[in-house]
């Protein structure tokens, strides 16, 4: 047959001309069509778990190899598996966990990408943000929106642990990352503990404040004893057969997501609950904040207790299962997807 006899020798014909674009940095699209347009997402990171039990010497190591003023924020950055080298969890997204020591003060600075905070692990610290502290609980979610100056503190007399989110991959691959360090080390306190939660965080704002849709909010700190009292009211009725009992954190003065990049949300599933396979496009960092939970990854089961970390790439299958009655923590790229017209989920 002359097709079978002419395909090796069109295969070399093809291969000297794709070697004569290449030298006009040119490439024929033809060979890299099904991976560029893919029929359904193929994410080049992998499903993995982080667990706080086996990485909490670790971080504490860290504590005594540099101090958080010398690292300027002493991080241990969590890796996708599958993206080593990359310092990201997501391809657009971060995660670190973030130790601070008694008496340290991670400098003051401000940077173009949005950060979130998550605490797990200790008492006393606090963050501020654009000259307010907050007090860090275990449970909080704290934010720092994009350009806002932040420095953390730790007045306490115990390591303080929190798991930073932030956009950075996403920053990064638009090329639109500026960074200022702070004069002082950290900022003057101008505002007493409690301001922006008392003015934006008690479903009103002040009588003349209209906020631009993609704004920050102003408040930003979401306290667990909040979110957990809520979660527990709402847990008196019926849950969600994909979700228990799922709340999206928002902007409340836009009901928007609380940074334009990222979404952040929490859940709580009844003890023994199996959600229904679901699946969507925004890769998701959850972080279990109580009960213990297995999260099955495409058909992987991931045993998640306190403070550990599981990401789930986008398009996977992910179904949980509680043992004592959950609650997760969990951000995504969501409001980014959304504004752009991609974001898709798949009930089943
Ligand atoms: O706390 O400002 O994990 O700037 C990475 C970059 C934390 C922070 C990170 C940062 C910060």
Known sequence: MEATATQPQRHTEREAYYARIGQHSMTPLWEVLGALVPPQPRSPIEPALWRYADLRQHVMEAGRLITAEEAERRVLILENPALRGHSCITQSLYAGLQLIMPGEVAPAHRHTQSALRLVLDG??????????????????????????????????????????????????????????????????????????????????????????????????????????????????????????????????????????????????????????????????????????????????????????????????SVQFRAGAETVLFSYSDRPVQQALGLWRELRA
């Open 123 to 316: 008492e006393g610290a606090y963050t501020a943000v654009d000259g307010e502290r907050t007090t860090m609980r275990r449970g909080d979610f704290i934010i720092t929106p994009a350009w806002t100056w932040h420095d953390h503190g730790n007045l306490g007399n115990e390591p303080v642990v929190w798991l930073d989110g932030l956009d950075i991959p996403l920053v990064r691959f638009l090329d639109a990352g500026f960074a200022e360090k702070g004069e002082a080390e950290y900022q003057a306190v101008v505002r007493p503990e409690g301001d922006a939660l008392a003015r934006y965080g008690a479903n009103m704002v002040p009588v003349d404040f209209y906020q631009q849709p993609v704004e920050p909010t102003r408040l930003f700190v979401y306290p667990w004893e909040r979110t957990l009292a809520s979660l527990k009211a709402i847990s008196a009725g019926p849950p969600d057969a994909h979700f228990g009992h799922k709340q999206r954190h928002i902007n409340p003065a836009t009901g928007r997501s609380p940074m334009p990049t990222m979404a952040a949300f929490s859940q709580l599933i009844p003890a023994g609950f199996e959600t229904r396979p679901y699946r969507c496009t925004d890769g998701t960092v959850y972080v279990c904040l109580a009960g213990s939970v297995e999260a099955c990854i495409e058909g992987v089961t991931y045993q998640m207790h306190e403070n550990d970390v599981v990401v789930v790439p986008s398009w996977h």
